[in-house]
C-alpha cells in the first residue's frame, strides 16, 4: 500500500521535470522555426510580392518578408498555406490594416507564462495535500 503511494509520488515529480525540458525543447524548437519559415516560403512561393507585384532577385531579396495571412506566427504549416511572400511596403501596409481591424485591443499575443506556472503549482498542492492523507 505504503510502497504504491512512494512510487506514484516519485512518479509525479519525475513528470514535472519531464514537462520543465518539454518546455525548454518547445521554445527552442520554436525559435528554430521561426528563422527557417522564411527560407521555406521562399523556397516554395515564387520571388514576388503577393500584393503589388513587384518582383525580387539575390540581389534585393532582403526586402521580400514572408506574412503569416492569420497573423499567428506558429502557424507554419510546412506546404505554405499559412505564408505570403509580401515586399516590406505591402508587408507593412498589411499589418497597419490588421491592427486597424483590430481597434487597438492590442490582444495579439495571449500567451500567459502564467498559465505554465500555474500546473505544476497546482500539482505540488495538491502533491502536499496528499501527503497529509494517510496520517
Ligand atoms: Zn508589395
Ligand atoms: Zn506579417
Not at 495571449?110 to 502536499?128: I, N, Q, T, W
Request: net charge positive; aromatic share 6%; hydrophobic share 25%.
Amino acid at each position: 500500500m505504503s510502497a504504491d503511494q512512494w512510487t506514484g509520488r516519485r512518479k509525479r515529480g519525475g513528470d514535472l521535470t519531464k514537462l520543465d525540458q518539454v518546455i525548454a525543447e518547445a521554445r527552442r524548437s520554436r525559435s528554430e522555426r521561426e528563422k527557417g519559415y522564411r527560407e521555406q516560403s521562399l523556397r516554395i512561393h515564387p520571388w514576388v510580392c503577393a500584393r503589388c507585384g513587384r518582383e525580387f532577385n539575390r540581389a534585393n531579396l532582403h526586402q521580400l518578408t514572408v506574412h503569416h495571412k492569420d497573423h499567428n506566427h506558429d502557424n507554419n504549416p510546412p506546404d505554405g498555406s499559412n505564408w505570403e511572400n509580401l515586399c516590406l511596403y505591402c508587408h507593412e501596409n498589411e499589418h497597419r490594416r490588421y491592427l486597424d481591424h483590430l481597434a487597438g485591443g492590442g490582444s495579439e499575443s495571449v500567451e500567459d507564462p502564467g498559465a505554465l506556472k500555474h500546473s505544476p503549482f497546482a500539482a505540488l498542492a495538491k502533491l502536499m495535500a496528499d501527503k497529509k492523507m494517510p496520517d
